[in-house]
Nanobody, 115 residues
Framework: QVQLVESGGGLVQPGGSLRLSCAAS????????MGWYRQAPGKQRELVVI???????NYADSVKGRFTVSREDAGNTIHLQMDSLKPEDTAVYYC?????????WGQGTQVTVSS
């Protein structure tokens, strides 16, 4: 089993920044993909960014140039630096890990961008 614990959400004004973190623990495989998804009210969950264990990243077009993902702790912790935040970035952000044939999700952290 794998546990994902997220932190760092909150309220920020448009143009501001936030940093999210996600720490994985449990039965971890060295080959994996971790990432962030988000779900706004009334909308489907969507990809924000994924990062493979070898470092390859894939960002949603809507966040390219504003969000930056990084990994540490042998790849078992990921961070999402979010800059130039917009009201449309408001959502619950979920950490995700895929290893073997299983998918794991964190509990989600709320990000609200509002003046």
């Amino acid at each position: 089993q794998v546990q994902l614990v997220e932190s760092g959400g909150g309220l920020v004004q448009p143009g501001g920044s936030l940093r999210l973190s996600c720490a994985a623990s449990g039965n971890l495989f060295s080959v994996n993909t971790m990432g962030w998804y988000r779900q706004a009210p009334g909308k489907q969950r969507e990809l924000v960014v994924i990062v493979e264990s070898f470092g390859t990243t894939n960002y949603a077009d809507s966040v390219k140039g504003r969000f930056t993902v990084s990994r540490e702790d042998a790849g078992n912790t990921i961070h999402l630096q979010m800059d130039s935040l917009k009201p449309e970035d408001t959502a619950v952000y979920y950490c995700n890990r895929v290893q073997g044939s299983r998918i794991y999700w964190g509990q989600g952290t709320q990000v609200t961008v509002s003046s």
